[in-house]
């Protein structure tokens, strides 16, 4: 059984910031990938940031240079700082898990989602 268990989320006021923690617990081999999404009631769930176990790291075009994304392989935890928060960047944030459960298999799980919300 893998478990994938958000935290940091809240309610924050415009400009501030936030670190979101994201742990992947369970039988794993090694992490190959991990990132967060968000989603914005209507609207669908998009990529926010991604890294991978080698240190690739990707972001939306909306959150380039306020959040940076950062990982602890060993612990197969991954975090999200973000800074400058705008009133646009409340959503439920989900942490996403690439995981090897064994040598020869990938999967794909998703945490519980935390939310943020940035509103004075």
């Known amino acids: 059984q893998v478990q994938v268990v958000e935290s940091g989320g809240g309610l924050v006021q415009p400009g501030g910031s936030l670190r979101l923690s994201c742990v992947a617990s369970?039988?794993?081999?090694?992490?190959?990938?991990m990132g967060w999404y968000r989603q914005a009631p209507g609207k669908q769930r998009e990529l926010v940031a991604a890294?991978?176990?080698?240190?690739?790291?990707n972001y939306a075009d909306s959150v380039k240079g306020r959040f940076t994304i950062s990982s602890d392989n060993a612990k197969n935890t991954v975090y999200l700082q973000m800074n400058s928060l705008k009133p646009e960047d409340t959503a439920v944030y989900y942490c996403n898990a690439d995981l090897q459960i064994t040598k020869w298999e990938l999967r794909d799980y998703w945490g519980q989602g935390t939310q943020v919300t940035v509103s004075s």
């Open positions: 890294i991978t176990s080698g240190g690739i790291t």
């Open positions: 369970g039988s794993i081999f090694s992490m190959h990938a």
